[in-house]
């Protein structure tokens, strides 16, 4: 071995010489992700690391720092057949990724943020209570609840097309993660913005 190729002692480890080619799922990159919402793009944080073990659990909010795509992993595993079924549920969103792909020719990473964006309702109400009567009242959404609301909707989409019914998990989820990227108003995720905000509209 030359001088030149040996490694220096002091050097710190992953230095930014060392380019990492990391891929999600080993496929997909996670580079050069567009985002046309700046109030969210804060919490849309893409990595190649789809699982991390729960370390953010300890931390109230650490989950924004974790990658969209294992929020979105854990978000399908909140129903009785997927609960606690990590693995299950990232097949899933793999399946779902190459569906995606096959049908658009685009990285699925750049399809999933800009669903997110799409399906994240603007304003919402909340209940005050005036002398014992409860009044609605329209409020804006913070953009932390902005995407846990649009990954709830999407979620509860992909449950909704595919339980008891012919059509897997896989092609549920791409279906909404497409339509809801194309801001198509009959996908579930969309739909629920929409009416969120509809009411919140009549509130004000």
């Known amino acids: 071995m030359s001088e030149s190729d040996t490694p220096e002692p002091d050097a710190p480890a992953g230095s930014e010489?060392?380019?990492?080619?990391?891929?999600?799922?080993?496929?997909w990159e996670t580079d050069d992700i567009a985002y046309n919402d700046p109030s969210t793009q804060r919490y849309l944080n893409?990595?190649?690391?789809a699982h991390t073990m729960g370390r953010h659990a300890s931390k109230q909010?650490?989950?924004?720092e974790i990658s969209i795509v294992e929020r979105l992993i854990n978000r399908l595993m909140q129903t009785e057949e997927n609960t606690g079924k990590k693995q299950q549920a990232m097949r899933i969103v793999r399946d779902a990724f190459e569906?995606?792909?096959?049908e658009t020719e685009e990285n699925p990473v750049q399809i999933l943020v800009t669903a997110v964006e799409n399906a994240a309702p603007r304003e919402e109400t909340v209940r005050l209570k005036y002398g014992?009567?409860?009044?609605?009242q329209a409020?804006?959404?913070a953009p932390q609840r902005r995407v846990d609301q649009a990954l709830k909707?999407?979620?509860?989409?992909?449950?909704?097309?595919?339980?008891?019914?012919?059509?897997?998990a896989a092609q549920a989820l791409a279906t909404q993660l497409m339509g809801a990227a194309d801001y198509d108003v009959g996908t579930y995720a969309i739909n629920q913005?929409?009416?969120?905000?509809r009411v919140a509209a009549a509130a004000r």
């Open 61 to 64: 909010f650490q989950k924004s």
């Open 132 to 136: 014992g009567i409860s009044v609605p």
């Open 153 to 168: 909707f999407i979620a509860e989409g992909t449950y909704r097309g595919s339980y008891k019914s012919p059509t897997s």
């Open 46 to 49: 893409v990595t190649p690391i």
């Open 17 to 27: 010489d060392q380019e990492t080619d990391a891929l999600l799922f080993g496929v």
């Open 139 to 141: 409020v804006d959404v």
């Open 99 to 102: 569906i995606v792909h096959e």
């Open 193 to 197: 913005k929409e009416e969120a905000e």
